[in-house]
């Protein structure tokens, strides 16, 4: 005998094993029934669904999803009286296949964007492919959530379109798929400007494009400062508040830059170049972008040796680094270029101040060799001969101490050329030596000199004492002696009115040993874009571009619906 087994329960007995198999039967199609009923409205028979798979409408669902679109369009007031009537018999369940669509398109083309957008959504959702190929791609990726980089991979022609589908997957992508060529006249007078910015962060927006035309006067000139920062105003920057611009052209004029904290460039810039504060140097290294970091550490290489490209030693702005960078121990030949004259200049100079008289004078006749002396300038040209009469008077003693002090006034009378009345002065004072037996002449030396002093400077005295004590702690009695016999003719010349302008002056013009306070050209990096202050396109905004392309996609409506076969496939 057969049994059945129905619930959890064996049933052995033939009639209630009928009865019970006859009562699951039921169940099961009351199950089905709910499930088309659910799955398929009544009002979409069988009979009405088979005329709806002529037009590619495959199922109580998509069937549902059609007519909600041809209830919103039926009432177009822009509808010919035929397509309304070709809507109207489709609503009540006897679509035309040849009429139907491009009656559908000219219903959808009334409609506002979003609505468009939201019908086209749902007719996706229902599988009703009523696009051509190329529109049923486009209508894939507007009906996707969130489009985004997989459209850069894929490198389809789904992502070519219309301009409006175009400035979409622009904006999806974030900039990753540049607008065509063709539309990028629509994209600039439409787009949002974050989808701008992304363009321009992906080189997809150039400034030959010039976008500031299209767009209103404060998105144009962020766009300007944007894409072309050389083309801003001082004002403009201001306007913008530009804080990189104003900081770069503040240095660059020479004006006051602020300091911040932490230091940035131009604060560096300012302390190494400026000030020669070598301290800072490896942080404006670490600072500078990498073309002006290479120049700065050329330039460190070449203090070595005190050579350097041409260029660098054009630039007086960097003269102060390299002079803080470059100690020379031997002689520098002046003909080599200005920075070098004057280097060795201050060398000579410096060298006369120590007392170390035998080198400054090999120094100052570097200058006095007939080559430099033609191409050198008359003022610093002076200070050289001023330099070597100087050495000549201090060293005039024994022998040759008359030859020394032809020599010097042979010097002096070339430093007046250019010297002006320091250098007159000074002359007097040789020609007087000169003239007086050398047992009688007061002594030839600066005392300021003598103790390591510029001529004339202010706090003499308190140098003095300090340089006393120092002798004193070393047990130097001749260096106290000297200090003492200096300090004394500084204070006899202070007593009367010619002061300590009893002295042979040196130098003439002390600004002509100064170095430039030049703006470096090299060494200042380039105006760089200013930097992006848009964020990324709203949702919002995005779904505006959406719904503009899909009135685009209206363009590729089939004008005959695909076939479905038994399976539901289109063909």
């Known amino acids: 005998m057969r049994s059945y087994s129905v619930g959890v329960y064996d049933m052995t007995d033939p009639v209630a094993a009928r009865r019970a198999a006859i009562a699951a039967e039921k169940e099961r199609l009351a199950r089905a029934r709910e499930r088309r009923a659910s799955r398929e409205p009544a009002g979409a028979s069988g009979f009405a669904q088979r005329k709806w798979r002529w037009l590619g409408v495959n199922g109580g669902e998509a069937v549902d999803a059609v007519l909600a679109v041809l209830s919103d369009i039926v009432e177009a007031p822009a509808l010919t009286d035929g397509q309304r009537d070709v809507l109207s018999r489709a609503v009540d369940g006897a679509p035309d296949r040849e009429e139907l669509l491009p009656a559908v398109r000219a219903g959808l083309a009334t409609l ?59 904006a999806a992508t974030r900039g990753a798929i540049p607008v065509p060529n063709t539309h990028l006249q629509y994209a600039l007078s439409r787009a949002p400007l974050p989808v701008l910015d992304d363009l321009v962060d992906h080189g997809g927006l150039m400034a030959e494009d010039r976008p500031w035309t299209e767009r209103d006067e404060e998105d144009a000139l962020y766009l300007r400062a944007r894409l072309a920062p050389s083309s801003i105003r001082p004002d403009e920057a201001a306007h913008l508040d530009w804080d990189g611009f104003l900081r770069r052209r503040a240095f660059l004029d020479g004006g006051t830059v602020t300091r911040r904290e932490p230091d940035d460039v131009w604060d560096l810039l300012l302390d190494v170049v400026g000030e020669a504060q070598l301290s800072s140097l490896d942080a404006l290294d670490t600072a500078l972008p990498r073309a002006q970091q290479i120049e700065l550490r050329n330039l460190k290489s070449g203090a070595l040796n005190g050579q350097w490209a041409v260029e660098t030693v054009r630039d007086e702005g960097l003269w102060k680094l390299m002079a803080a960078l470059w100690q020379p121990s031997e002689t520098v030949d002046p003909a080599r270029s200005a920075f070098h004259a004057l280097v060795g200049l201050r060398r000579a100079y410096d060298l006369t101040r120590s007392g170390e008289l035998e080198a400054a004078g090999s120094q100052v006749d570097a200058f006095l060799r007939s080559r430099a002396v033609k191409s050198l300038p008359a003022d610093l040209m002076s200070e050289a001969y001023t330099v070597a009469a100087y050495v000549a008077v201090v060293t005039a003693t024994g022998a040759g101490g008359r030859e020394k002090l032809a020599l010097a006034e042979e010097h002096a009378e070339k430093a007046v050329e250019a010297g002006g009345a320091v250098a007159e002065h000074n002359l007097a004072l040789v020609r007087a030596w000169r003239d007086t037996p050398r047992n009688q002449r007061e002594p030839m030396t600066n005392p300021f000199l003598e103790l390591g002093l510029d001529h004339g400077v202010e706090g003499w005295d308190r140098h003095c004492r300090d340089l006393f004590r120092q002798y004193a702690e070393a047990g130097d009695q001749t260096g106290q002696s000297r200090v003492n016999r200096a300090q004394g003719r500084i204070e006899e010349a202070l007593r009367h009115d010619s002061g300590p302008d009893v002295f042979f002056r040196l130098p003439l013009d002390r600004a002509r040993y100064e170095l430039p306070d030049a703006v470096p ?48 496939h289109s063909r």
Request: proline share 7%; net charge positive.
């Open 112 to 170: 506002e964007p979003n609505v468009v957008l939201g019908h086209l959504r749902s007719l996706w959702a229902a599988e009703v492919r009523w696009l051509n190929e190329p529109g049923t791609r486009r209508c894939q990726i507007l009906c996707s959530t969130a489009p985004g980089l997989e459209l850069v991979n894929a490198r389809s022609r789904a992502v070519s379109g219309g301009p409006a589908f175009s400035l979409f997957v622009t």
């Open 521 to 568: 050209r090299q060494l200042v990096p380039p105006l760089e874009p200013l930097a992006r202050r848009t964020t990324f396109t709203s949702g919002a905004e995005l779904e505006i571009m959406r719904a503009r392309a899909a009135v685009e996609l209206l363009d590729d409506f089939r004008s005959t619906a695909p076939h479905l076969d038994r399976h539901g």
